[in-house]
């Protein structure tokens, strides 16, 4: 059973179509996250969500909206894509708001902008 | 605004080395300071952390060294194998807010 799933894992789409990225965790962590990792490895946090309620929002362009239905989905989704937008996104959980304990990463999707 | 910087960028070593490395941050605030492990294709996973009130720790054959009046730390991977090699990254924060990575390391283990 995979704790973090995320799908799809690979997403190709043209610049200004809008595309969604899906996440679900069954290990019942109250707090999930979206990374975006770039072409040089770096990662950089986008959101958080605790039990539903957005906490972090990191300086991101309002085109990309998460949205956490229940604690255990948070998606996300991106209007208008540009190249630039091209990298792999990971979604984490943790148990509290913090990450003490560790954050379990899933396995990334990667967005390629043409 | 870069909070945690962490070097080399990439490191070779041959099976059986002590890769070691380095990482800085710059707030003070800071009480948690895990490094992550990630594999190709793969999400980082934790795999050791240490607290500022402890100069060391050890898990297995990593250690992380921690200097609270330089604001550095570092990992330590004794008798280092291929099956180490990966991206490694160190990252900081206080426990209850968001995690600052470090930009990675790149190990490479060769036999």
């Known amino acids: 059973d995979t704790a973090v799933s995320q799908t799809p894992k690979y997403l190709v789409t043209q610049m200004g179509n809008d595309k969604s990225i899906k996440c679900e965790q069954n290990?019942?962590?109250?707090?999930m996250y979206w990374y975006k990792q770039d072409s040089k490895k770096f990662l950089k946090i986008m959101f958080s969500?605790?039990?539903?309620?957005?906490?972090i929002n990191e300086t991101v362009p309002n085109r990309f909206s998460p949205k956490s239905p229940d604690k255990a989905h948070l998606n996300l989704h991106i209007n208008s894509l540009e190249l630039g937008d091209s990298a792999v996104y990971f979604c984490?959980?943790?148990?509290?708001?913090?990450?003490?304990?560790?954050?379990?990463f899933g396995s990334g999707t990667r967005l390629t902008v043409v | 605004q870069q909070q945690v910087k962490q070097s080399p960028q990439s490191l070779i070593v041959q099976k059986g080395g002590i890769p070691i490395i380095n990482c800085a941050y710059e707030?003070?605030?800071?009480?948690?300071f895990p490094w992550y492990q990630q594999f190709p294709g793969k999400g980082p996973a934790l795999l050791i952390a240490?607290?500022?009130?402890?100069s060391e720790k050890k898990e297995g054959r990593f250690t992380i060294s921690f200097n609270k009046s330089a604001k550095q730390f570092s990992l330590h991977i004794m008798d280092s194998q291929p099956g180490d090699s990966a991206t490694y990254f160190c990252?900081?924060?206080?426990?209850?807010?968001?995690?600052?990575f470090g930009t990675g390391t790149r190990l490479q283990v060769f036999p």
């Open positions: 984490a959980s943790s148990p509290n708001q913090g990450p003490v304990g560790g954050y379990t």
């Open positions: 290990l019942g962590h109250d707090t």
């Open positions: 969500y605790n039990n539903k309620e957005l906490i």
């Open positions: 707030n003070t605030a800071f009480d948690y």
């Open positions: 240490i607290r500022p009130d402890v």
């Open positions: 990252a900081a924060s206080r426990t209850t807010d968001k995690l600052i």
